[in-house]
């Protein structure tokens, strides 16, 4: 088979390395990649093959008959957004996502809690502020009045900065005033404010195409830029797999509780889903409830799920989308940890300018339980700088978490720059 994958992140990277390793697949196209791509090693380096048209549905259509593609996995979720799933339908090529409408889901916060609410799947309490924060503020202070620990929540594509938790109403003023002074993206399509959740927070992905699905693993992000859970949310700082505590008797239960009613309730509003669903719950003893849906693979979090699965994954993935029985694939018995390097400055809220153009210096000694994943990066000359607000990765895999953990923080000093940036306790507490 021929893969084309759509974006330029770790997360692309990372199933560029993945994938790359199945028999089945003997050429990948990235569109439009990122240069560190390029100081991989192994089976996926030798099948790699850079894109550099710009994107738009007629170079698709060019690109999926010129390079013969057999399965298109969109990374970033603005492809989705575009309607790339729905361009692939027309093209008769199969595409590992949802259709523009079915992508709602993750694109329109407001729409995902309209499908959670008429699906009977727990979630927070909400109201939208939408109204009251394009007309009269006040209004919406005296909502926020009503929740004891506000989080704001911007409806439309945020870039993983939409989010703000806050531990009380004065907070969530504070922070309604800020976006007002600095609209932020996504904000077009509304703002709204649910009550905050306490407990353990876990991401389950499937691979799904209609009321079919393949488990892919669970994972623990680290959202927030700084230790122990403080300072600004990102768009993730590391992330953890598998989660100790979700065992399969918990997992059997999400699959009923939110997968299968997520599933049944697109269907019935006329727009099946296809692709990867990934589900955000928060998990208090033993109440679970959904806190976000996202329609694509995660990032950080599919650098620290892939390289657990074992078997041909492409084949899999592609069979799913062809409509045949998911199959053949199994998941290690190990945990993997992902750590992130930012750049200063990360993540750029109200108006902080994100540093670039460092030089990237490396000192990898190569091993069989570790990967790194490029992001935000660019080649001058024979240097690697960076570019962007997360740079770079690690991944590593052993036999359990204070290992992989160990492993990870070692092998995340091979690679450097200036004003570098990242979290010391990524995996530390589940």
Same mark, same amino acid.
């Given at each position: 088979?021929?893969?084309?994958?759509?974006?330029?992140?770790g997360?692309?990277?990372?199933?560029l390395?993945?994938?790359?390793?199945?028999?089945s697949?003997?050429?990948?196209?990235?569109?439009?990649?990122?240069?560190?791509?390029?100081?991989?090693?192994?089976?996926?380096?030798e099948?790699l093959?850079?894109?550099?048209?710009?994107?738009?549905?007629?170079?698709?259509?060019?690109?999926?008959?010129?390079?013969?593609?057999?399965l298109?996995?969109?990374g970033?979720?603005?492809?989705?957004?575009?309607?790339?799933?729905?361009?692939?339908a027309?093209f008769?090529?199969?595409?590992?996502?949802?259709?523009?409408?079915?992508?709602?889901?993750?694109?329109?916060?407001?729409?995902?809690?309209?499908?959670?609410?008429?699906?009977?799947?727990?979630?927070?309490?909400?109201?939208?502020?939408?109204?009251?924060?394009?007309?009269?503020i006040?209004?919406?202070?005296?909502?926020l009045?009503?929740?004891?620990?506000?989080?704001i929540?911007?409806?439309?594509?945020a870039?993983?900065?939409?989010?703000?938790?806050?531990?009380?109403?004065?907070?969530?003023?504070?922070?309604l005033?800020?976006?007002?002074?600095?609209?932020?993206?996504?904000?077009?399509?509304?703002?709204?404010?649910?009550?905050?959740?306490?407990?353990?927070?876990?991401?389950?992905?499937?691979?799904?195409?209609?009321?079919?699905?393949?488990?892919?693993?669970?994972?623990?992000d680290?959202?927030?830029l700084?230790d122990?859970?403080?300072?600004?949310?990102?768009?993730?700082?590391?992330?953890?797999s598998?989660?100790?505590?979700?065992?399969?008797?918990?997992?059997?239960?999400?699959?009923?509780k939110?997968?299968?009613p997520?599933?049944? %309730?697109?269907k !019935?509003?006329?727009?099946?889903?296809? /692709?990867? +669903?990934? &589900?955000? #719950?928060?998990?208090?003893?033993a @109440?679970?409830?959904?806190?976000?849906?996202?329609?694509?693979f995660?990032?950080? %979090?599919?650098? !620290?799920?892939?390289?657990?699965?074992? /078997?041909? +994954?492409? &084949?899999? #993935?592609?069979?799913?989308?062809? @409509?045949?029985?998911?199959?053949?694939?199994?998941?290690?018995?190990?945990?993997?940890?992902?750590?992130?390097?930012?750049a200063?400055?990360?993540?750029? +809220?109200?108006?902080?300018?994100?540093?670039?153009?460092?030089?990237?210096?490396?000192?990898?000694?190569?091993?069989?339980?570790?990967?790194?994943?490029?992001?935000?990066?660019r080649?001058?000359?024979?240097?690697? +700088?960076?570019?962007?607000?997360?740079?770079?990765?690690?991944t590593?895999?052993?036999?359990?978490?204070?290992?992989?953990r160990?492993?990870?923080y070692?092998?995340?000093?091979?690679?450097?720059?200036?004003?570098?940036?990242?979290?010391?306790?990524?995996?530390?507490?589940?």
């Amino acid at each position: 088979m021929n893969l084309l994958i759509l974006g330029s992140g770790g997360r692309e990277h990372a199933l560029l390395w993945r994938l790359g390793q199945d028999q089945s697949v003997s050429q990948i196209f990235v569109w439009p990649g990122n240069a560190g791509m390029e100081f991989m090693n192994g089976p996926a380096r030798e099948k790699l093959a850079f894109l550099e048209l710009s994107f738009s549905k007629q170079n698709l259509k060019y690109i999926l008959n010129d390079k013969k593609i057999d399965l298109v996995i969109p990374g970033a979720e603005k492809f989705l957004y575009d309607g790339v799933a729905d361009w692939c339908a027309e093209f008769q090529v199969a595409c590992l996502g949802p259709t523009r409408a079915a992508a709602q889901l993750e694109e329109s916060k407001l729409f995902s809690k309209n499908v959670m609410t008429e699906a009977g799947i727990p979630t927070a309490r909400y109201r939208d502020l939408t109204r009251a924060f394009r007309e009269d503020i006040e209004m919406a202070f005296e909502v926020l009045k009503s929740f004891k620990k506000p989080v704001i929540k911007i409806s439309g594509p945020a870039l993983g900065k939409g989010v703000f938790v806050c531990d009380s109403v004065a907070e969530g003023v504070a922070a309604l005033q800020q976006i007002k002074r600095n609209p932020m993206a996504g904000i077009d399509q509304g703002i709204f404010v649910e009550e905050g959740l306490t407990g353990k927070e876990v991401s389950l992905f499937y691979a799904c195409h209609g009321d079919q699905f393949l488990f892919l693993g669970a994972a623990q992000d680290h959202k927030r830029l700084l230790d122990y859970d403080r300072g600004p949310n990102t768009g993730g700082m590391g992330a953890i797999s598998p989660v100790s505590w979700a065992d399969q008797s918990f997992l059997d239960t999400a699959t009923e509780k939110f997968l299968l009613p997520t599933l049944r %309730e697109m269907k !019935a509003k006329g727009t099946p889903f296809t /692709g990867i +669903l990934f &589900l955000g #719950l928060m998990v208090d003893g033993a @109440e679970s409830n959904l806190l976000e849906y996202n329609v694509r693979f995660g990032d950080p %979090e599919t650098q !620290a799920i892939l390289p657990l699965i074992e /078997g041909d +994954l492409s &084949l899999a #993935l592609y069979e799913l989308c062809r @409509e045949g029985k998911p199959a053949g694939i199994t998941l290690k018995d190990e945990v993997a940890v992902h750590i992130v390097k930012a750049a200063k400055g990360y993540p750029g +809220l109200f108006g902080e300018i994100v540093e670039k153009g460092q030089i990237i210096q490396s000192q990898i000694i190569d091993d069989t339980h570790t990967q790194f994943f490029y992001a935000g990066v660019r080649k001058e000359g024979e240097d690697l +700088l960076t570019d962007g607000g997360r740079v770079l990765g690690v991944t590593t895999w052993e036999k359990n978490r204070d290992l992989a953990r160990a492993h990870a923080y070692k092998k995340i000093q091979e690679l450097s720059f200036s004003g570098e940036h990242f979290r010391k306790d990524i995996g530390a507490k589940e």
